[in-house]
């Protein structure tokens, strides 16, 4: 016999909890949800007082959500996502379109992957809208967590990180250091991890799911992290400021493989091999896949397959 849900829960705790969560402050929910930070704080008062756990604590000048409140978090999510999806299919359906997807991206797939993805998902004419979101692994798996994507195209998250969620394996992409053609560490004979703290270094983010990697490999060779940092994941301006200085790009092979092709940048000669790391495709694990979302999954791997992209 099924458990029924406390009937004191309404629509507006679980509201209210996610977006409390999601901003990470009671004030900022508030304004979000347009009614006062009193009304918020009573709201989440309430769940709390029928749940009987607290939900969140401080966290500096934040807060942040306690074990409990990550465990509800999981399943307050979810029931929000499969609101929404069913007042989006209802509407949809009366307009004669299918429901909206919405897709995270890391850069690398945004620039390897998704074109071909589209193309491919646009010929099945489903009418359906499609959202896609480029960022850093770690936001976009926080967006997908908390209901915002459907689906994130990206590296393999820390394990930490995947509860709650599953991943299908795509390919593996390395790490690459890149330069502009031309540039003096392209030169025969030129011992690069001597000279790489001669020059300003773009590295990814900490919060990036390839930092760690980029460190490990730097430690395994003996090298210090470079003096001169710039920590940036826009593939823009990487490609912008080594047109116009001797930067080294630290960066995902699939984000630049175009313009090592055509000439424009270069990869060091350098074995990165040990930096390789699985992409694919993560998803809440208690989501069923709309149709929508299937043909454009299968696109994805589909166009992820054509060898555009090195597997290893």
């Known amino acids: 016999m099924s458990q029924q849900v406390d009937p004191r829960i309404k629509f507006r705790h679980l509201q209210a909890f996610v977006e409390v969560v999601r901003q990470k402050s009671v004030n900022r929910a508030a304004e979000r949800l347009h009614v006062s930070q009193p009304a918020v704080t009573k709201t989440i008062r309430e769940l709390e007082d029928i749940l009987g756990v607290s939900l969140f604590e401080r966290e500096g000048r934040g807060i942040r959500a306690t074990r409990h409140g990550e465990v509800f978090m999981r399943h307050a999510g979810a029931t929000l996502t499969a609101l929404r999806q069913a007042v989006d299919s209802v509407s949809q359906e009366s307009a004669r379109a299918g429901p909206p997807v919405r897709v995270g991206a890391l850069p690398t797939v945004s620039a390897r992957i998704m074109p071909q993805a589209m193309t491919r998902f646009l010929a099945e004419d489903t009418g359906s809208a499609v959202k896609i979101v480029t960022g850093e692994n ?74 760690p990697i980029v460190e490990q490999f730097l430690i395994a060779h003996g090298v210090p992290l470079p003096p001169t940092q710039i920590e940036t994941v826009s593939d823009s301006f990487g490609r912008a400021y080594l047109r116009m200085s001797e930067a080294v790009w630290i960066i995902s092979e699939g984000v630049v493989a175009g313009d090592i092709a055509d000439g424009v940048l270069a990869a060091l000669p350098l074995d990165t091999d040990d930096t390789r790391g699985p992409v694919g495709l993560t998803m809440r694990a208690d989501t069923v896949p709309s149709l929508t979302l299937s043909l454009l999954m299968q696109a994805i791997r589909s166009a992820s397959a054509e060898g555009s992209v090195g597997a290893g």
Do not use: C, W
């Not at 798996?141 to 998250?157: N, P, W």
């Not at 392209?186 to 390839?210: M, W």
């Open 138 to 211: 770690a936001v976009l798996i926080e967006q997908l967590r908390l209901g915002d994507l459907d689906l994130v195209v990206g590296r393999l998250a820390a394990p930490e990180k995947m509860t709650g969620l599953s991943f299908e394996h795509l390919y593996s992409e390395r790490v690459l250091f890149v330069v502009r053609a031309g540039h003096p560490l392209l030169a025969p004979a030129t011992n690069v991890f001597d000279r790489l703290r001669d020059f300003p270094v773009l590295i990814p983010t900490r919060n990036s799911v390839i930092r």
